[in-house]
């Protein structure tokens, strides 16, 4: 546990790129070493500056110790890149991260096929069902699923493998104490039950949007390909599938109907080389030769079937809210908070983030009227700064 503080310590310094953080692990050995080097011999490491040596001139540890506090508190444990369980795959990456937290059980990555399920939020019902069916075969075929645990088609692929019965892997873009999206919250405990969530940010880190695209390098990078079911132009899965390509992995995809937007992506990744997947078989085949005693050709081409395995995704029946007349003389609400009730939704939470892009409203006043609604029970905030509406608005 001590030695682990010294990981954090190293992860957490501001300003310091995770290339630098490897270069300094290659010349020193381990972080310990690298908490007692002198400036001298930190400006030894092949490509530090300066600036980055003034950095690592921090010895303060008290952020360690709260993160390893936390861990202990919410059963997460610690996954260095110098551990005998961090997957190789990973670890030949060109940016592997240093340190993982971990809930659950960690299977041995490089000696099974596992997949990487992707693909765009707003999925289709095209898009679900086959997501599902997919996530079912590949995990029923001997597979393991990974996903970004996204709503939409990431979060149906982890339920069809749910279903299977099959190991499942979430990888996550914020800590794993913050359950983003909202609705996936019951995913999140399923996965971590039947099989581990993984995430190179401590706990309490915000969903940031930057996070995103460095998050799925992992996805890619812990598995043997990665399937892309639906994507439109411009879309997250489409950054996954490139960095699939950058570190030699393989890429398949679901083809769509060629006047559907959200199958643009996907058809062009087939026009330009990716495996047309129709079924699970179509991706696992490509795979019996190498892993010939993982793989069960009967069991990928099985349909799901409706008993077993049900995602948890609603809650139990709630009170209706009581409505808010917003022309009533006695409510006096100002024109920012009437702007973010209307934008608010009384179901679905949505982040800070995102009001402010929907609502054009400054950050510092979004923050003011929130505070506000709050204290008169107008709105209800959730975990990693969700709000829902909590009455239902008249005119």
Known sequence: MSALKYWLWLAELRGLKNQTRLALLRHFGTPEDVFYADAGEILLTE??????AAILEDHRLDTADRILADCQRLDLRLLTIQDAEYPGRLKNIYDPPCLLYVKGRLPAFDEEVAVAV????????????????LGYGLAKGGALVVSGLAKGIDAAATRGALRSGGITVGVAANGLDVRYPYENRYLYEDVAAAGVLLSEYPPGTEPLKTNFPVRNRILSGLSVATLVVEAPERSGALITADTAVEQGRDVFAVPGPIDAPNSV???RLIHDGAVLTANAWDLLQEYEARF??????EEARKEPEKLGYEARQKEEPRPVPPSLRLSDPEVSLTDDQIALLRALSDEEPIQVDDLIEQTGIPTRRVLSALT???IEQYVQQ???????????LTE
């Not at 490509?47 to 980055?52: A, M």
């Not at 010939?292 to 050709?297: G, I, N, T």
């Not at 709000?387 to 239902?392: F, G, P, Q």
């Open 47 to 52: 490509g530090i500056t300066r600036e980055q």
């Open 118 to 133: 992707v693909g765009t939020r707003k999925a289709t019902p095209y898009g679900i069902s086959s997501a599902e069916k």
């Open 265 to 267: 992506g996907c058809n």
């Open 292 to 297: 010939p005693d993982k793989l069960r050709r």
């Open 372 to 374: 506000l609604l709050e």
């Open 382 to 392: 959730h975990s990693g700064k969700h709000y829902t509406r909590a009455v239902t």
